[in-house]
């Protein structure tokens, strides 16, 4: 299925952040947060789900995002047509990272990501935040 139309909105982009307008306040630890090491990456996004409006994630603002099965991701807007999405759980030991400018921050143990990429900025984790892949679908932000 060709999921662009033939319009200006037609981008599919790999990424890792994610989510919809509103729900920012992701505090608590996820999985895997009392032990030491790395958790599972999958951010637990289905292909075909939607994950926002694109109208509800402003340019250059990372936004949370939850699916109806619950997977959860950032999204970043770089410009109208192009989204990125990454998974939401820390890459340390899986605590729920939130937004800080056009970072991803962690607060369990610091490490800081790149909102646009997922890139670890700084640790302690050592991986980027999982991508997701996204396409935007008549003005709707939908994993693929
Ligand atoms: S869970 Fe340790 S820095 Fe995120």
Do not use: W
């Amino acid at each position: 299925m060709d999921a662009f139309p033939t319009g200006t909105r037609r981008r599919t982009l790999v990424a890792a952040t994610a989510a919809s307008a509103g729900a920012l306040a992701l505090t608590a630890c996820g999985r895997g947060g009392g032990g030491g090491g790395d958790t599972s990456d999958d951010p637990g996004v289905r292909p075909g789900e939607e994950l926002a409006a694109l109208a509800d994630v402003p340019v250059g603002e990372p936004t949370f995002a939850r699916t109806e099965s619950g997977g959860e991701a950032f999204l970043y807007r770089s410009d109208e047509t192009t989204v990125t999405a990454y998974g939401a759980a820390c890459t340390h030991r899986g605590c729920a990272v939130q937004p800080a400018g056009d970072e991803l921050r962690c607060p369990c143990h610091g490490s800081v990501f790149e909102a646009a990429t997922g890139e670890v900025v700084s640790g302690p984790a050592t991986r980027a935040l999982p991508a997701v892949r996204v396409k935007i679908e008549n003005d709707r932000i939908v994993a693929e």
